[in-house]
Nanobody, 127 residues
Framework: QVQIAESGGGLVQPGGSLRLSCEASRFTLNYHAMGWFRQAPGKEREGVSCITRGGGSTYVADSVKGRFTITKDTSKNTVYLEMNGLRPEDTAVYYC????????????????????WGRGTEVTVSS
């Protein structure tokens, strides 16, 4: 059974940084695109940043471009989301998700395309 576990969330002041981790179990990142999504209270879940199985292509939402970076470490089967310059509007529950793909599958950061989800980690940006 596929397992995804997020960690690294917490309370941070505006302008601060956090690094979220997403550890995958019982499947390999080499065959899955991975994505970070977030959902704020009263809002729909949105794609924040996604990466192809090979790591050669990434998507970053306009709202976080220049501040957030997605990376993966296949040796640790872990995906990271480095978040800098955090703003109050970044407050949300952040979810990691996986999508089984083939080499030619275009990168998608649409939550509907992702089948396997973690339980989320909460990020609060407040002074």
């Amino acid at each position: 059974q596929v397992q995804i576990a997020e960690s690294g969330g917490g309370l941070v002041q505006p302008g601060g940084s956090l690094r979220l981790s997403c550890e995958a179990s019982r499947f390999t990142l080499n065959y899955h695109a991975m994505g970070w999504f977030r959902q704020a209270p009263g809002k729909e879940r949105e794609g924040v940043s996604c990466i192809t199985r090979g790591g050669g292509s990434t998507y970053v939402a306009d709202s976080v471009k220049g501040r957030f970076t997605i990376t993966k470490d296949t040796s640790k089967n872990t995906v990271y989301l480095e978040m800098n310059g955090l703003r109050p509007e970044d407050t949300a529950v952040y979810y990691c998700a996986a999508r089984r793909t083939i080499l030619t599958t275009p990168l998608s950061c649409d939550a509907l395309d992702y089948s396997f989800w973690g339980r989320g980690t909460e990020v609060t940006v407040s002074s």
